[in-house]
């Protein structure tokens, strides 16, 4: 009996053993062995010399092929690495979306496009695409799963979710498809030819992936479609050019299917191929109504049939102009839809929107640069701080021990007035320095926020969101600042600098923002700001920003008073005439040339981001710029403040923060550089909102870097002072 039991609990044993087993799968094959760093570079080399001959035989970089992804892949490996000491290899998609996860769709699933704007580089101008003469929205709601939460940020950009007319059943492809006729005429007609000539194009996103066009032959792929296009007299035998649209469409979408790793299809690739065509129409379509999906009858159309493909053909092109007696002119929409397999990874279908993009080794160039410039800096306040500060205080105390009778010369002449206060504008050089201060925390907590992957830089909205929260909650810290400042300056007004503090910077921002959003309004842009919008920023401004502006005040002025080392006489010294060097604008000039200087190249890039619509993710690189600007900064902050200082000059506090401040007056003569050189503006208003916009964040960097100076001559000031033994 002892025996058929124990029989039987090794039989159980070895069938839970076996289920186990089952369970698990199969055994994971060793990793494979580590190479040694020879190893490696022969590989390297090797990669290396299979990609050039690639490049050599002609291979693009942009198809959906295997060796073009291989040979974009290759290019962007650099883009492709995560960590900031520790590199290790990732996907763009970990990059540039981290935490994202794919999208399954289930054959015959409808999968919604959206319309984000219709934009051009050569004005800053964009509308919204039901702006257009085009086909009605699509009258659904959108789905759960496919919303996208609105948020201030959005709203402020004038970004809206809109669904496209078009529909896309999962692995449903459609040939040629008529979706509705539209007359126009008129001003509308007149604008349509203004939107062709500008070089307007149209941006629609499938599954998040915008929309690109893309050339096999010609190597490139930009994203969104031309609106129409422009040909010359010589091309069409005309006396004046001719403009004509892009009325069919047709959609190219790559998906990948692999039932072993997940069900249904995931989407890699999405292309649009834009024509240009006269369809021929048989019987009475009434104009406006939608053939697909809506009440109109399906009109007979020879040029487009569920087996024909339209194609680009001077002879049929649609253009943009009045009928010869003067009637509307006709424009029927179509488009076609064709799904295609391809074995391009899902976490690889970001690499062919950065083809092209600058490599991340600029950069570091950049950030090398800009640190050649504060190593130099850092020698020469070195060399200041411990030999001749150091001889000079040396000197001077010896003196006061021997009692010498010598008249004392250089900085310490003036240690009984350098601590004296602004005699002119007080409040308002203690109201600029607060801003700056709630400036600079807000633009440091964004970009931390960032690193952190709790903002994602290219989803703009919300990080605008974010800046303008942030700056919001840091009013304490403006007000704090501000308050501290005051009361070192035995001014009495301090109700008045509060709501200084408060209303001036938020309020000049505000009031050009207003004036340009009047203008915005009339030309009917998408990103003319919504009432309702600029209730919700006041909401913000007054009940959030002015009450923490008071509470971080409140606490400022209940803060002991500033010490100083020395006391300030009851008479001021005379001041003699001050060097060139020391006196604006001159010293402006001098002082903010070597902190622009060292983020300039940098600046490029993030320019290249805001107006030219290129992507800029790597906040990594652009938090060090920051703290090389504030080094530097400070540093030429405290060199000036020496010159002076050995001048005989006391008046520092002004100085000290306008030399630093003129920061914000070399970037705006580069904006302006950068747009009479990288930028194509057509208009006066584009250029406004561009001036406009550029005004706002010179005046914003002018002043963080003017208080990052002025608080740095502060305690540059004080160390010094304290070192010396004064009457």
């Known amino acids: 009996m002892k025996t058929i039991r124990l029989l039987l609990q090794t039989a159980l044993l070895l069938l839970l053993t076996n289920n186990a087993a089952a369970k698990k799968g199969p055994p994971k094959p060793p990793p494979p062995p580590k190479m040694s760093r020879a190893e490696m570079k022969a590989k390297n080399r090797e990669i290396a010399q299979k990609m050039a001959n690639m490049k050599a035989a002609g291979q693009d970089q942009v198809g959906m092929t295997k060796e073009a992804a291989e040979l974009r892949s290759y290019e962007l490996r650099k883009k492709k690495m995560k960590g900031l000491i520790r590199k290790r290899e990732a996907s763009l998609t970990q990059v540039l979306f981290p935490g994202a996860s794919p999208e399954e769709y289930m054959d015959g699933e409808p999968l919604p496009a959206f319309v984000e704007a219709v934009e051009s580089k050569k004005t800053q101008l964009p509308f919204k695409y039901y702006d257009l003469p085009t086909c009605p929205m699509p009258s659904e709601k959108i789905q759960k799963r496919f919303r996208t939460r609105k948020n201030l940020g959005s709203r402020l950009m004038g970004h809206k979710q809109t669904m496209a007319p078009y529909q896309f059943p999962t692995k449903g492809s459609k040939g040629c498809t008529p979706l509705c006729l539209v007359e126009v005429g008129g001003k509308k007609l007149r604008w349509m030819r203004k939107l062709v000539e500008r070089q307007y194009r149209v941006h629609l996103t499938l599954d998040q992936l915008p929309v690109l066009m893309r050339s096999q032959e010609l190597n490139y792929a930009v994203r969104g479609y031309p609106v129409g296009f422009k040909a010359p007299p010589s091309y069409t035998g005309l006396k004046e050019d001719e403009y004509y649209i892009y009325n069919h469409l047709r959609f190219t979408i790559f998906y990948r299917e692999e039932p072993e790793e997940f069900e249904g299809v995931r989407v890699v690739g999405f292309d649009v191929h834009p024509v240009s065509i006269t369809h021929k129409v048989g019987g009475e379509v009434k104009p406006g109504e939608m053939f697909e999906g809506g009440s109109a009858r399906m009109p007979s159309i020879s040029t487009c049939t569920s087996d024909s493909s339209p194609v680009n053909e001077p002879d049929t092109y649609l253009a943009l102009r009045s009928g010869k007696s003067g009637e509307d002119m006709k424009i029927l929409y179509s488009y076609e839809v064709e799904w295609e397999q391809s074995d391009i990874p899902w976490a690889d279908r970001w690499d062919v929107y950065l083809v092209g993009s600058p490599d991340d080794e600029v950069h570091y160039f950049a950030i090398v640069n800009s640190l050649m410039i504060v190593v130099f800096l850092t020698g020469a306040v070195a060399t200041i701080l411990i030999r001749t500060l150091k001889r000079d205080i040396a000197g001077y105390n010896e003196m006061q021990t021997l009692e010498e009778a010598q008249e004392e010369t250089g900085w310490k002449l003036v240690h009984g007035d350098v601590f004296r206060p602004p005699q002119s504008h007080p409040l308002l050089l ?298």
């Open 430 to 727: 203690c109201v600029l320095v607060g801003s700056g201060a709630q400036i600079g925390s807000a633009v440091f907590l964004t970009l931390l926020a960032t690193m952190l992957r709790m903002l994602n830089p290219l989803k703009k909205g919300q990080s605008l969101t974010a800046i303008v929260l942030l700056y919001v909650l840091c009013g304490g810290i403006g007000g704090y600042v501000s308050a501290r400042l005051y009361k070192f300056c035995d001014a009495k007004s301090w109700k008045r600098a509060t709501v200084a503090t408060a209303v001036a910077f938020p309020g000049t921002i505000v009031a050009m923002f207003m004036v340009l959003n009047i203008f915005l309004t009339v030309v009917g842009s998408s990103t003319a700001v919504s009432f309702l919008t600029i209730i919700l920023v006041f909401l913000l401004w007054g009940c959030v920003a002015t009450p923490l502006v008071f509470a971080g005040s409140y606490f400022g002025y209940r803060a002991e008073k500033i010490e100083v080392p020395t006391k300030t006489n009851q008479i001021a010294r005379f001041i003699p005439d001050s060097p060139y060097f020391s006196s604006p604008p001159t010293s402006m000039f001098i002082a903010a040339l070597l902190p622009f200087g060292s983020v300039c190249i940098e600046l490029f890039f993030i320019m290249s981001a805001l107006w030219l619509h290129q992507l800029y993710y790597i906040m990594g690189f652009l938090m060090a710029v920051l703290m090389i600007l504030t080094v530097t900064i400070a540093q030429v902050s405290m060199v000036m403040c020496y010159l002076q200082l050995c001048a005989e000059d006391h008046r520092w506090w002004w100085k000290s923060f306008m030399n630093s401040a003129a920061v914000g007056i070399y970037m705006f003569i580069y904006s302006l550089w950068f747009l009479g050189t990288k930028m194509d503006l057509v208009g006066v208003l584009p250029v406004v909102v561009y001036l406009t916009y550029m005004s706002m964040i010179s005046l914003s960097i002018g002043l963080m870097c003017g208080t990052v100076g002025y608080l740095s001559c502060f305690w540059f000031t004080k160390k010094i002072y304290g070192a010396v033994k004064a009457d």
